[in-house]
């Protein structure tokens, strides 16, 4: 038998099959069913008994009903306005990843250390003499204007392009029992200049955020506020619209690109 043979779920009972079940100590295994009801972030899992699975079980669970009911939303970053990414409850010192579909809330406290991580590929000869647009991108990446005002974000070296970029979270111990959180920054749907600046603003607002808390910057205020979203998202597309009217004016942009651009942030 074997590799081949039918296992049954130490949890629940049942069927753990061959490619949807998760190898726990002792030699057991959960199903994917119970596996889909712990976070997606909890590390350790060859290492956990039934009772270690049942108790992330358990505090997944109290973390949704957090979330649903507790958490409150002071600020979030958001990619675009279909791609949030994270949301902070400053009353609490605490944010949450609203990416996914049942969102993971951690404490500030329990970050050891994080920053932005960039992948990138070396130009090809078309790319450098074919794609003024990605040209364009790439010296507005190096230029001064740029690093002046994303100081804490990494630059793209001289001859490379962005093909990707992630916001990595190293934590102490948590309830969530998650050692480390790698956000994408830049879903694969496009690695255009525009997408690119977008990122390069959501990360760098994300890192600052951090930043204050790590620095002892950010105190808790004294009662439950919450957050006027509708301000934020405002102040959100008008600094973006700044940013693509910057690559119009380097010819990053065409101005039917722009407008167009420009109408969707602003919901015109």
Known sequence: MGLFEKKE???CGGKAGLITRYKIANGEYICGDCHGRMSP???GLGNMSVEDVEEQIRIKEENDERFNNQFNITRQFDFDSRHPIMAVDDNSGEFALIKDARPDIFSFDNVISYNVDLNTAALSE????NDSSLMGILNYLLSDNFGSRFPDMPRCPQGCKVIGMYFEIKFGANPLNADR???DMLPGWSTSETEVDKAYMCANEIYQCFKEYKSGQRQAPAGAV??????????SAIEQVKQLKELLDMGALTPDEFEKK????LNL
Do not use: F, G
Request: charged share 35%; with cysteine.
């Open 226 to 235: 919450q957050a006027n979203t509708a301000a934020v998202d405002s102040a």
């Open 126 to 129: 078309e790319e450098r003499q």
């Open 41 to 43: 972030y909890t590390e």
């Open 262 to 265: 420009k109408k969707e942030l």
């Open 181 to 183: 959180i790698r956000i």
């Open 9 to 11: 779920c130490a949890l």
